[in-house]
């Protein structure tokens, strides 16, 4: 059974710093992985999807990456904003046995970027 | 805009009292979930319709809870004689079709609190 966490819970950075923020999941199976941000009350917003072929994702400040055998994903953020706290959400989606499979997701991890 | 709406996006119920919840996909996506977030959680799935059919529904914690989608487009979530344990956010995602590959897009969420 597929289990995903995340390291750390909860992360406090002055503005301007680079940061990361990592996904461990249990099962390498996998098919693609995907953090989300969540803004308090809100949905949740796609940042990056990593297909399971895929090393690394970018998108402006954000790069993730994926090492499938090692079972482990990286957020790095660079060059941090006050606009960028938020709880950032990683989800492993299983191997495909017919045309989908279940969405894991983590617990979260809590960022406060202080100006 | 046309992203994934869900309503009410509030809802206080007495224990007991059954609940419906809503969920207006982006028109035209074939694929929709429903997830469960618990407070300071990652979502957890609980069920999952293509089209009008229902090909999973594992994650439904009790057969308190029914999901529908009868034509394809909105879905409901009903619970039946709420418990405190039912309270928490309840997120809706659709994505365009089958592939395992394509994007989920998240509604805002419906915040249960049951008395």
């Known amino acids: 059974k597929q289990e995903v966490t995340q390291i750390p819970a909860a992360l406090s950075v002055p503005e301007g710093e680079n940061l990361v923020l990592n996904c461990s999941f249990t099962d390498s199976a996998i098919y693609n992985l995907q953090w989300f941000r969540q803004d308090p009350g809100k949905g949740l917003t796609s940042l990056l999807l990593?297909?399971?072929?895929?090393r690394e994702q970018t998108s402006g400040r954000l790069n993730a990456s994926l090492d499938k055998s090692s079972g482990r994903s990286t957020l790095y953020i660079a060059a941090s904003q006050p606009g960028d706290s938020a709880t950032y959400l990683c989800a492993a989606q299983g191997i495909m046995k017919t045309s989908y499979d279940k969405v894991i997701f983590g617990p979260g991890t809590s960022l406060s970027v202080i100006p | 805009g046309a992203g994934v709406s869900q309503s009410p996006r509030y809802k206080v119920a007495k224990r007991g009292q059954d609940v419906a919840l809503r969920c207006d996909p982006i028109s035209g996506h074939v694929s929709l979930f429903w997830y469960q977030q618990a407070l300071g959680q990652g979502p957890e799935f609980l069920t999952y319709?293509?089209?009008?059919?229902?090909?999973?529904k594992s994650g439904l914690p009790s057969d308190r809870f029914f999901a529908e989608r009868p034509e394809g487009s909105v879905s409901t979530l009903k619970i039946q004689r709420t418990q405190q344990e039912d309270s928490a956010v309840y997120l809706c995602?659709?994505?365009?079709?089958?592939?395992?590959?394509?994007?989920?897009?998240f509604g805002p969420g419906t915040r249960l609190t049951v008395l």
């Open positions: 995602a659709s994505s365009l079709n089958r592939a395992v590959d394509n994007e989920q897009f």
């Open positions: 319709f293509q089209n009008e059919a229902q090909l999973d």
């Open positions: 990593i297909q399971s072929s895929q």
